[in-house]
């Protein structure tokens, strides 16, 4: 499942990792947390859609970025399977648009 807190470090832009607990010098303490409470997380996403619908979401977006922003979006994945049977029929003016929303929602819950 894809936690809320995974991204790139402003301080290593080439590192995923955990936003919350960014102290990788805790050894095993930290191996031990990421492999009990992060390993376990569940999203939202996994809670509230049904499969096609997560698979209609990464069809859609077809890469990781966007895919991680959109699958957020509950009411967004919601409603675009009920206005369009496949990921293929959504014009692209709305997927551009789409993508624009999904970055200017990112960025007003404290990106930069």
């Not at 936690?3 to 590192?15: D, E, F, K, N």
């Not at 966007?66 to 709305?94: G, K, T």
């Amino acid at each position: 499942m894809q936690c809320t807190y995974v991204g790139i470090l402003q301080s290593q832009p080439a590192l995923v990792s955990c936003m919350v607990y960014t102290d990788s010098g805790r050894g095993d303490t930290l191996n031990s947390f990421f492999k009990g409470t992060c390993k376990n997380f569940r999203c939202e996403a996994w809670d509230n859609l049904t499969d096609k619908q997560v698979l209609f979401a990464a069809k859609l977006m077809g890469d990781w970025y966007y895919y991680s922003l959109l699958i957020h979006d509950i009411d967004a994945v919601l409603n675009l399977c009920a206005m369009y049977s496949v990921p293929e029929d959504i014009p692209s003016d709305e997927l551009t648009s789409l993508k624009q929303n999904l970055e200017e929602m990112m960025y007003d819950n404290g990106g930069e």
